[in-house]
């Protein structure tokens, strides 16, 4: 398990007026990003065979946007490109006004793929190096309501 929880709103400060636009903006950038960065499973780079019917992209669909309280939901949906995983963390994020926001993802081997180079598509993980652009998602996004 895996948890990713930031106080935003501390950044949303360079929004002048505009925190809660800010603080979704970084939200959906950052965890977007995450999402984009969680490798799919690929046999034909496994040394062993893939469990028959097996569809990569678990680990994508796990990740689960939270306000208030961690999510700790674990689904058996696949989502290869991301893209669904991104839309559900859009609309969580979209009225958001307050409180923390979480993003979970409780697969009981993301901490291999984030901690221990499990996968070569990330082999330094998903969440660590997205975090380390945290400063570029919070420009961009008071930037963005801001020009």
Same mark, same amino acid.
């Given at each position: ?5 930031? #106080?935003?709103?501390?950044? !949303?400060?360079? !929004? ?15 965890? $977007? ?14 040394? $062993? ?34 893209? !669904? ?14 409180? #923390? ?20 598509? !990330? *082999? ?14 919070? #420009? ?6 801001? *020009?």
């Amino acid at each position: 398990m895996s948890t990713f929880a930031l #106080d935003l709103t501390r950044f !949303a400060e360079k !929004a002048e007026g505009n925190a809660e636009k800010v603080v979704r903006k970084i939200g959906i950038d950052l965890f $977007s990003r995450t999402v984009e960065r969680t490798p799919v499973g690929n046999p034909e780079n496994w040394a $062993s065979p893939a469990p028959a019917g097996y569809v990569g992209g678990r680990a994508r669909a796990n990740w689960n946007c939270s306000i208030g309280a961690a999510s700790f939901k674990v689904t058996d949906e696949t989502d290869k490109s991301g893209n !669904a995983t991104q839309a559900k963390i859009r609309n969580t994020l979209h009225d958001w006004k307050q409180g #923390d926001i979480y993003l979970m993802n409780s697969l009981p081997y993301i901490r291999r793929l984030e901690y221990d180079g499990w996968s070569g598509q !990330a *082999p330094q993980g998903m969440v660590r190096i997205t975090v380390t652009e945290f400063q570029t998602f919070v #420009d961009a996004a008071a930037r963005s309501v801001n *020009p």
